[in-house]
């Protein structure tokens, strides 16, 4: 069973940047598709970013293009969400996901593992 860990939240003003991690535990993350979501208060968890298990591929919502990067480092065992240019709208409780396949799903039952969730608020 493979536990993920996110770190890296917190608040910010609008137009700021923050860097999300995500470590797992119990076993190494290589192989795996990874994948960031976000919730916002009242709304469903929806895609953001994700990356294929050798780093080569990506896809990114939107709504996030051209502000955000997700990056792996196999090596550290990491996974990261560069967020620059952050937004009001950007608040929510970010989770990292990972499952065992080749493509990126951009639907949360696709992801078998997640973790616990770090809040990303930004002021305007």
């Known amino acids: 069973q493979m536990q993920l860990v996110e770190s890296g939240g917190g608040l910010v003003q609008a137009g700021g940047s923050l860097r999300l991690s995500c470590a797992p535990s119990g076993r190494t993350f290589s192989s795996y598709t990874m994948g960031w979501f976000r919730q916002a208060p009242g709304k469903e968890r929806e895609f953001v970013a994700g990356l294929s298990w050798m780093g080569r591929r990506t896809k990114y919502a939107d709504s996030v293009k051209g502000r955000f990067t997700i990056s792996r480092d196999n090596a550290k065992n990491e996974v990261y969400l560069q967020m620059n240019s952050l937004k009001p709208q950007d608040t929510a409780v970010y989770y990292c996901?990972?499952?065992?396949?080749?493509?990126?799903?951009?639907?949360?039952?696709?992801?078998?593992?997640w973790g616990q969730g770090t809040q990303v608020t930004v002021s305007s």
């Open positions: 996901a990972a499952d065992l396949q080749t493509s990126i799903p951009t639907t949360d039952v696709s992801y078998d593992y």
